[in-house]
């Protein structure tokens, strides 16, 4: 069965880095595009950034554009998002999440897949 | 970007009632694009509805999707103990936005 576990959450003084993993399993992981979602204390989900299935196509959420990153492994069926320069507003969990259909010009679908989650909590 | 706006925040109703969720969004939502996901305290979002209508796999057909253009509901037609959580919609016209949550709590 499809399963996704991030990693790599954690504290993190504000101004500093974290990466953030999130390793595929069950499923032909390199046709299928991913996103990052995350969910500050109390909130909201809030989408975060999408990389196409081959990894050619890549967006973000205007509050993380220029800070985070988004990438993929297809050798190691694992997704990840590079943090830098992390605020306290970034302190969320970080889902990954599967979306069903990914062509070569849209991959903004419904998520049919979530990870558990992984907390960052940018603090000093 | 569209901006989905869900009413009302929370929804006080006893197991076995009717539940009706709204979800309206600023501008058209084309080819229906528009799912609903519940989340359950400490677990991530689960995905119910897609396509406005369109059951996942595995979720009970108390739930069901209607709508079009800018207004969209989630109907549970009796709510049953494992019902209560917060649900959210979602549109991906172009970008993926969600709303802001319905929570549907215990009376």
């Known amino acids: 069965q499809v399963q996704l576990v991030e990693s790599g959450g954690g504290v993190v003084q504000p101004g500093r880095s974290l990466r953030l993993s999130c390793a595929a399993s069950?499923?032909?992981?390199?046709?299928?595009?991913m996103h990052w979602v995350r969910q500050a204390p109390g909130k909201g989900l809030e989408w975060v950034a999408v990389i196409w299935y081959d990894g050619a196509k890549k967006y973000y959420a205007d509050s993380v554009k220029g800070r985070f990153t988004i990438s993929r492994d297809n050798s190691k069926n694992t997704l990840y998002l590079q943090m830098n320069s992390l605020r306290a507003e970034d302190t969320a969990v970080y889902y990954c999440?599967?979306?069903?259909?990914?062509?070569?010009?849209?991959?903004?679908?419904?998520?049919?897949?979530w990870g558990q989650g992984t907390l960052v909590t940018v603090s000093s | 970007e569209i901006v989905l706006t869900q009413s009302p925040g929370t929804l006080s109703l006893s197991p076995g009632e009717r539940a009706t969720l709204s979800c309206r969004a600023s501008q058209s939502v084309s080819s229906n694009y528009l799912a609903w996901y519940q989340q359950k305290p400490g677990q991530a979002p689960r995905l119910l509805i897609y396509?406005?209508?369109n059951r996942a796999t595995g979720i009970p057909n108390r739930f069901s999707g209607s709508g079009s253009g800018t207004d969209f509901t989630l109907t549970i037609s009796r709510l049953e103990p494992e019902d209560f959580a917060v649900y959210y919609c979602q549109q991906y016209d172009g970008s993926l936005t969600f709303g802001g949550g319905t929570k549907v709590e215990i009376k």
């Open positions: 069950g499923f032909t992981f390199s046709t299928y595009g």
């Open positions: 396509g406005v209508s």
């Open positions: 999440a599967r979306v069903r259909f990914c062509s070569s010009t849209n991959c903004y679908g419904y998520l049919e897949n």
